[in-house]
Nanobody, 111 residues
């Protein structure tokens, strides 16, 4: 299953940007899809974006055009670049690969 360690997150004003990173270990990272989920207060965890091993991507509607997922298979990392952030993007963000979850990172969008 392996392990995932996240970095990034924090407080940003509406319209700002943040980048999240996730580093995998103990797995053959390159063969698995890599995903980012988020969980807002009082809500269920939801998929935000996914990148398959072939590089194809999927984004949920609310983040299309604002968020970008990328991966570096040589470094076993998957990143999430978040631009034009909105208050409704406030949540704890988790990376997910091969049954393993990152520890989560708080993203707060507020003026």
């Amino acid at each position: 299953q392996g392990q995932l360690v996240q970095s990034g997150g924090g407080l940003v004003q509406p319209g700002g940007s943040l980048r999240l990173s996730c580093t995998a270990s103990g797995m053959i990272f390159s063969v698995y899809p890599a995903s980012w989920y988020r969980q807002a207060p009082g809500k269920q965890r939801e998929l935000v974006t996914r990148m398959a091993s072939d590089g194809s991507t999927y984004y949920v509607g609310p983040v299309k055009g604002r968020f970008t997922i990328s991966r570096d298979n040589a470094k076993n990392t998957v990143d999430l670049q978040m631009n034009s952030l909105k208050a409704e993007d406030t949540a704890v963000y988790y990376c997910y690969v091969n049954g393993a979850w990152g520890q989560g990172a708080q993203v707060t969008v507020s003026s």
